[in-house]
């Protein structure tokens, strides 16, 4: 009886599991669709990764419902706060103004797509990426550059996981590339951040226009 008992105990995960799973959450997002067995090794090991992370002064942000995970600094404490300030293990990057420009209108598109309930995957094609960012920028003389420069932002901002790029079938040209729109970016760009998403725009556009004017004087000088 005691041995049947004993074999009906939960085998505890291995070691190496569990190693295999911190180095994949540091390194970058783990998604669901992209490693099902890791991600179920998550879901098993959850409390024993959040206990390592906190000793590194991180936390774990799991979302079951979107199917991603990913580690993030946790909060510097208060100037009046006696504890001590660790350093930041996961380093802060600014973002330049056209990667937050793109990350904005995506996040709308985002918001809007969920709405509809049509999918679950909002894909879009590199063109429908273009227009969605130089209706806000200021014309100039050189269409090839422009699209040069949104194409540049496009890379970063999937450099940055937000954007998956697709396989082409065929060969398919630049301009019939498609990415996927990473729901990770949900938890970058919140419901509140979205609410005042209007008055943002209104902001990048007097400064996008405040950049054209510059130029065009460096031009005629």
Do not use: C
Not at 58 to 73: N, P, Q, R, S, W
Not at 78 to 96: G, H, T
Not at 144 to 149: G, H, M, S
């Amino acid at each position: 009886m005691q041995e049947q008992r004993a074999n009906d105990l939960p085998t505890p995960a291995p070691a190496a599991d569990l190693s295999v799973l911190l180095i994949s959450l540091l390194k970058s997002v783990l998604y669901r669709d992209g490693d099902e067995r890791q991600w179920a090794a998550l879901l098993n090991l959850q409390a024993r990764v959040r206990d390592y992370l906190a000793v590194l002064n991180l936390d774990l942000v799991l979302d079951e419902a979107e199917g991603y995970a990913f580690v993030k600094g946790r909060p510097e404490p208060a100037d009046d706060d006696s504890s001590p300030r660790l350093p930041r293990l996961v380093a802060r990057r600014p973002l330049s103004f056209p990667v937050s420009l793109l990350l904005a209108l995506l996040r709308k598109k985002l918001a809007e797509f969920d709405a509809s309930g049509s999918d679950t995957r909002l894909v879009l094609s590199r063109d429908e990426i273009v227009e969605l960012v130089r209706v806000f920028l200021p014309d100039g003389p050189n269409e090839a550059r422009l699209i040069d420069q949104i194409e540049t932002t496009i890379n970063k901002v999937a450099e940055l996981g937000f954007l998956h790029k697709l396989k082409s079938a065929g060969g398919a040209s630049a301009g019939l590339a498609s990415y996927e729109v990473r729901r990770i970016l949900k938890a970058f760009v919140n419901a509140q951040w979205l609410g005042e998403f209007d008055d943002r725009l209104a902001i990048y556009q007097t400064a996008l226009a405040g950049v054209g004017t510059a130029r065009k004087r460096q031009q005629d000088e």
